[in-house]
Each structure stands twice: as C-alpha cells, then as structure tokens.
C-alpha cells in the first residue's frame, strides 16, 4: 500500500518562497508509469492541481502557476518536493500530494493527508 506524507513549514512569509516535501514509502517513485501530484485546496475552496513529476522525471505543471512553481524529486530518499516563489496569502492553503497512473482523468488513487500552509507576516 502505497503512503504518502507531506512535510514542511506551516507558516510562510509574504514574498518567500514555501518548500514542501512528499515521502513516499510502499513504491518507488520510478515506478512506470506513474505521476505524482502536488494539489491544493485553499480555505473554502475547490481542489486545485499545480502540477507534477512522472516516475521518468519529466515535470508538467498548471499554466496557472508554473511562473513560480518548482517540482523535482530525490530519488535517494523517494521523495518529491514542491516549491512556490513569491507567495502572497492567496497562497494559503492545504498542500497535498496525491499520485496517480496519468494525468488526463484526474483520477488519484493515493493520498497524502495534507499539510496546512498559512501565509502572514
């Protein structure tokens, strides 16, 4: 069974930059063929993609948000990270990643339980 946990700062400054990281355990984030997402959902809000890194390490991102977005992945420690410049309170947010075998039904069949982002001064 596949488990995913999100890490990372639960409060971030206007204009810095939010890392966040996933670690996978009960499969490889090499494994063919599969995607692994970052998805946020912001309060009272619907989901929202950003974007994602495939187990052959291509990265694939919202249009939306791919000015200041960042995906990569340590293959050594199986993990992904996310990271988001400049970020405005528009930006908080809960933060999760979720993977999936494609990208086109939206369909996800793992998820992390999500990390809360806040952003203040």
């Known amino acids: 069974q596949v488990q995913l946990q999100e890490s990372g700062p639960g409060l971030v400054k206007p204009s810095q930059t939010l890392s966040l990281t996933c670690t996978v355990s009960?499969?490889?984030?090499?494994?063919?063929?599969?995607?692994w997402s970052w998805i946020r959902q912001p309060p009272g809000k619907g989901l929202e993609w950003m974007g994602a890194i495939g187990y052959d390490g291509s990265t694939y991102y919202s249009p939306s948000l791919k000015s200041h977005t960042s995906i990569s992945r340590d293959t050594s420690k199986n993990q992904l990270s996310l990271q988001l410049t400049s970020v405005t309170p528009e930006d908080a947010a809960g933060y999760y990643c979720?993977?999936?075998?494609?990208?086109?039904?939206?369909?996800?069949?793992?998820w992390g339980q999500g990390t809360q982002v806040t952003v203040s001064s």
């Open positions: 979720a993977g999936a075998d494609d990208l086109v039904t939206g369909y996800f069949d793992s």
């Open positions: 009960g499969d490889s984030i090499i494994t063919y063929p599969y995607y």
